[in-house]
């Protein structure tokens, strides 16, 4: 633990918060939680953490504060909120949102910090709810760097990859770039599955044939093979994957790059939430390309 990080508030205990907080308390540190639903907070209150009843008090005369929660709407009424962190932290402390969020975001938060002489951080994860409870994310982190040294021996409890990016953003923005990439790979392998399919091939075959060579990737071997097994249960919810890119295809107009792919991958997830599969895993879009019937 470190020697003069000693308490910190975080909100948002979902399956991978709660695991956080389990390595911050085993850890040693002494850790206030907050939740919208308080029933997800219980296990870690009975094991020690203490309760709040807002996110403003869960803010209060901590060393860190740590966010991780659902939308950027969300982060925005939690941080600058009229009973939110950034009213109620302490002069010195560190807030750091943990959220996928936005990095337009993150540079509002991190200037209305600085302002109070608060330190903010963006530093979004990847690694699921695997990395999680493994302490295995890797932690993508933007704002300034003397302040990303301060929070490393709290970021070293939570993950393996830690990587500063840059300025107040460069975390939301690198995690932009990997659901970017994620969500093209996913589409081009069942695009691929969906041409064995129409093509007459036995998709076991070429799933065998295909998988472990340069086609391979993580979205093959991982989340698409659960698809082809028939499993849909999420290990990352197509609704969540649709929240991020459609961050990534707001700001890269905002930046003026130009997103053929991801647009139109955002078009198709939008198309499975109205039909009612969003909180399903993202492999279900084997089912958008036929691969898979509904």
């Known amino acids: 633990m470190s ?7 975080f909100i948002g205990t979902g399956i991978m918060g709660s695991a956080m907080v389990d390595h911050l308390m085993n850890a040693g540190f002494e850790v206030s939680v907050y939740n919208r639903t308080k029933s997800k907070a219980d296990k870690l209150v009975e094991r020690g953490a203490k309760w709040c ?7 209060k005369d901590q060393d860190v504060v ?5 939308y950027p709407k969300d982060v925005e009424q939690i941080y600058l909120g009229e009973n939110g962190i950034i009213a109620n932290a302490k002069a010195g402390a560190y807030v750091v949102d943990m959220t996928t969020s936005s990095p337009i975001l993150a540079e509002k938060i991190y200037n209305a910090a600085k302002s109070k002489n608060i330190h903010a951080v963006d530093a979004p994860v990847t690694g699921g709810d695997v990395g999680a409870k493994n302490a295995t994310l890797t932690i993508l982190v933007g704002g300034d760097e003397s302040d990303f040294e301060s929070l490393k021996p709290v970021f070293e409890v939570l993950g393996k990859n830690i990587v500063y990016e840059g300025g107040a953003g460069a975390g939301q923005k690198t995690k932009a770039c990997n659901q970017i990439a994620i969500a093209g790979t996913l589409a081009g392998v069942c695009e691929a599955f969906a041409y064995a399919k129409a093509s007459g091939l036995d998709i076991e075959k070429v799933y065998n044939a295909i998988s472990t060579g ?10 698409v093979r659960k698809g082809l097994d028939g499993d849909f249960n999420p290990g990352f919810m197509l609704k969540h994957l649709g929240k991020d890119l459609a961050i990534g295809t707001e700001t890269a107009t905002a930046y003026g790059a130009a997103l053929p792919i991801l647009a139109m991958v955002l078009h198709e997830i939008r198309k499975m939430e ?6 399903e895993g993202t492999q279900a879009l084997l089912k958008y390309y036929g691969v898979i019937d509904n």
């Open 53 to 59: 009843n807002s996110p403003g008090e869960c803010a």
């Open 214 to 223: 340069a086609a391979g990737s993580f979205q093959m071997s991982s989340v």
């Open 3 to 9: 020697n003069t990080l000693k308490k910190i508030g």
């Open 274 to 279: 109205s039909d009612g599969e969003g909180n």
């Open 66 to 70: 740590i966010t991780i929660v659902g």
